[in-house]
């Protein structure tokens, strides 16, 4: 089976530009969570989607979005970047949740550098 | 909200020696999981050990066991027999059971370096 699949790996952008970062989760997981990775701010979630559904969200501002496909693989999308967006994205993914605690495998991550 | 908390930012150990890793968690929550991800240089994060907190039996995988210990709300990970491959950052995790989520809330990792 593939691993999860993280799409760039690396990004450069300016401050003010947007950016559009792809995961495809494992064949038949239903579930993708992201997690932002920082020196500063350690691993922090950003958001988990589960059948196209946002089921839950972390202490982002706005500009960071998300959505999730009929086939499972999500999208995250960050507007207006800013210096302290550089950070390494990483997607995770999970069969159906059901009452948690399922084993969540994480992709390569795609590594963001805002200048 | 719930917080873990890892106190050692890096650890040494030889090769074939034992370790441990330490890590305490906050919650008010009674069911819940906790779990120890391993993040290797430059390499994808991988889940090292689970434990579902209703089981009083600590987890083994292998070379790796944890020492739970829920009133405590501590949660260590043991490294015996301790390889080169070994070198990586581990973070200690919490989930909370329910609500249909697999939100994991990270501690802030601990480098363990494993020395020839």
């Known amino acids: 089976k593939a691993g999860v699949t993280q799409t760039p790996r690396y990004l450069i952008k300016t401050r003010g530009q947007q950016v559009t970062l792809s995961c495809s989760p494992i064949?038949?997981?239903?579930?993708v969570s992201w997690y932002q990775q920082t020196p500063g701010q350690g691993l922090q979630f950003l958001f988990e989607y589960f059948s196209e559904t946002q089921r839950n969200k972390g202490n982002f501002p706005g500009r960071f979005s998300g959505r999730q496909f009929s086939n499972s693989r999500s999208e995250m999308n960050v507007s207006t970047l800013e210096l302290g967006d550089s950070a390494l994205y990483l997607c995770?993914?999970?069969?159906?949740?059901?009452?948690?605690?399922?084993?969540?495998?994480f992709g390569p991550g795609t590594r963001l550098t805002v200048t | 909200a719930q917080t873990v908390t890892q106190s050692q930012p890096e650890m040494s150990v030889q090769e074939a020696e034992t370790v441990t890793l330490s890590c305490t968690y906050d919650?008010?929550?009674?069911?819940?999981?906790l779990f120890w991800y391993k993040q290797p240089p430059s390499r994808q994060m991988i889940l090292v050990i689970r434990q579902e907190a209703y089981k009083q039996q600590n987890a083994t995988e292998n070379r790796f066991s944890v020492n739970f210990q829920k009133a405590a709300k501590s949660f260590s990970l043991k490294i015996s027999d301790s390889q080169l491959g070994d070198t990586a950052m581990y973070f200690c995790?919490?989930?909370?059971?329910?609500?249909?989520?697999?939100?994991?809330?990270f501690g802030t990792g601990t480098l363990l370096a494993v020395q020839p």
């Open positions: 919650t008010s929550e009674n069911n819940y999981y």
């Open positions: 995790a919490f989930m909370k059971q329910g609500g249909a989520t697999n939100k994991l809330i």
């Open positions: 064949s038949g997981h239903r579930s």
């Open positions: 995770a993914s999970s069969s159906y949740p059901g009452v948690g605690g399922y084993e969540q495998y």
